[in-house]
C-alpha cells in the first residue's frame, strides 16, 4: 500500500465554518455527531484541538485532513458503541488523533527560511503558522513545501 499524499492549501476557514463544511459534506455522520456531542461534551474541545492541530490546509489525497481523521473517528465510535459510550469515546478519541498521526508521520512542512513543521514537534500546524505572519502568505502563495522522510530501520542484534 501507498503512502498517501498530503499536500497543502491556503487555510480560510475558522473551526466554526470547517465543522459546517463538515456536516455539510457528511451527512451520514450526523446523528453520531450529535449523539458523541451530548454524552461527552468535551469532544468538542477534542475536535476543535484537531482542528488546531491541522487547520483547513492540510490535505490528504484532495480531501481536508481534518475531515478524513473526523470521519475516521466517528466509524471508530460507531464500532465501539455496543461495548459501551466510554469504550467507544475512547476509540473515538484515539482514532481521532491517531488517524492524523499516521497521515503526517514522515512529513515535513518546511518554509524557504529554514522553519519546519511536523506532527511530532509538539505544537498545532495553526500556531506554527502563526510564529510567523508571512507564513501565511508563503501557504497562499504555495511557497510551503511537504517532504517525506524516510525512517531508518533498526534492526536488533
Known amino acids: 500500500m501507498t ?4 499536500t497543502l492549501q491556503a487555510a480560510v476557514m475558522s473551526f466554526d465554518e470547517a465543522m459546517q463544511h463538515w ?9 453520531c455527531l ?10 468538542n474541545q477534542d ?11 492540510i490535505y490528504i489525497n484532495d480531501g481536508l485532513l481534518f475531515d478524513y481523521c473526523l470521519c475516521k473517528a466517528l466509524h471508530q465510535y460507531q464500532a465501539l458503541i455496543h461495548e459501551g459510550e466510554l469504550v467507544a469515546y475512547t ?10 498521526e499516521a497521515a503526517l508521520d514522515s512529513c515535513v512542512i518546511n518554509d524557504p527560511k529554514g522553519g519546519s513543521w511536523s506532527i511530532d514537534s509538539g505544537k498545532n500546524f ?3 503558522l502563526d510564529e510567523k505572519p508571512c507564513r501565511f502568505m508563503l501557504l497562499e502563495q504555495w511557497e510551503l513545501e511537504v517532504s517525506v522522510i ?6 536488533l542484534q
Open 3 to 6: 503512502k498517501p499524499e498530503i
Open 23 to 31: 456536516i455539510a459534506t457528511n451527512p451520514v455522520y450526523q446523528h
Open 34 to 43: 450529535k449523539a458523541i456531542q451530548k454524552s461527552f461534551p468535551v469532544a
Open 47 to 57: 475536535i476543535k484541538q484537531l482542528y488546531l492541530l491541522l487547520t483547513d490546509a
Open 91 to 100: 476509540g473515538f478519541n484515539e482514532a481521532l488523533f491517531g488517524h492524523a
Open 126 to 128: 495553526r500556531d506554527w
Open 150 to 155: 524516510r525512517h531508518k530501520k533498526v534492526t
